[in-house]
């Protein structure tokens, strides 16, 4: 990084898996160096950012951890070396920011304008200067981009249930000068739910028996049913549409109690 980077500017995207699931899966980040407060980490997304004004041209090592959320939990350990350097004096592609983060509802209209990002050249020659978008790895994700413009823009439909979070990479060359340049930025598209799939029985019809009695039985049987939604849009409640004189619904279980 170059001594003159401002505070703020994301230097470094940790990027750790963990093929459990549920909170066993659930992956936070941190810096486990000691007495480093030159750098910050997102613990939720593992980027990097500088934290305060480098004052000297030297090299930085991290230890950064991505730990799990399970009981015991595990963890892995990554170094990470940062090299301090004085500005270039040549004209260099670069982006402003090597992280861009944005949040969409799953039913953005296809063919609507995500995003735009824009490299630049440093030094006299960038108003000369054609830049060509592209993104890596484009074909598997949903998401396409104005090679010209640099507009990120939805070609497929969002499915929260299936992909809450895209990392798209954006890469940018131009081949003004004598050697082509090159330079990446990372954008997390993080995917909103929204309310769009209905409950379902598990069955359409349930046979309850219950003793005659003059008195009541409690639970005589249990509905089921399930939601595909995420979070309160698949949190579901119980009720009946007929006469409650002899029976009643738990409304968070689901239980058909005599009473």
Not at 84 to 97: A, E, H, Q, S
Not at 243 to 252: G, M, V, W
Request: with cysteine; charged share 15%.
């Amino acid at each position: 990084v170059h001594q003159n980077t401002p505070p703020g500017s994301a230097l470094y995207i940790a990027q750790a898996q963990d093929i459990d699931s549920g909170y066993n899966g659930l992956i936070s980040y941190s810096i486990a160096s000691e007495n480093q407060d030159v750098f910050v980490i997102d613990p939720n997304f593992g980027i990097l950012y500088l934290n305060t004004t480098l004052t000297m041209v030297c090299e930085h090592i991290l230890l950064i951890t991505a730990e799990d959320s399970g009981h015991p939990s595990l963890s892995s350990l990554l170094t990470l070396t940062i090299s301090v350097t004085k500005p270039d004096t040549i004209n260099t592609l670069t982006f402003g920011n090597l992280v861009h983060r944005i949040e969409i509802n799953e039913d953005f209209a296809v063919y609507s304008r995500v995003l735009q990002v824009q490299a630049y050249i440093e030094g006299a020659q960038s108003q000369l200067s054609r830049i060509i978008y592209s993104l890596w790895s484009e074909s598997s994700v949903p998401f396409a981009i104005h090679r010209n413009t640099g507009w990120i823009f939805l070609r497929r439909s969002l499915d929260y249930e299936r992909t809450t979070v895209y990392n798209l990479i954006v890469v940018a060359s131009c081949a003004d000068y004598v050697e082509e340049q090159t330079a990446s930025t990372s954008v997390i598209v993080k995917v909103l739910d929204v309310n769009d799939n209905s409950p379902a029985f598990s069955q359409t019809m349930y046979f309850f028996t219950t003793m005659e009695s003059s008195s009541p039985n409690g639970v005589i049987g249990t509905i089921t049913a399930s939601d595909s939604d995420s979070g309160k849009n698949g949190q579901l409640s119980f009720f009946l549409l007929s006469d409650e004189n002899y029976f009643q619904i738990s409304s968070k279980t689901g239980e058909i109690i005599n009473c």
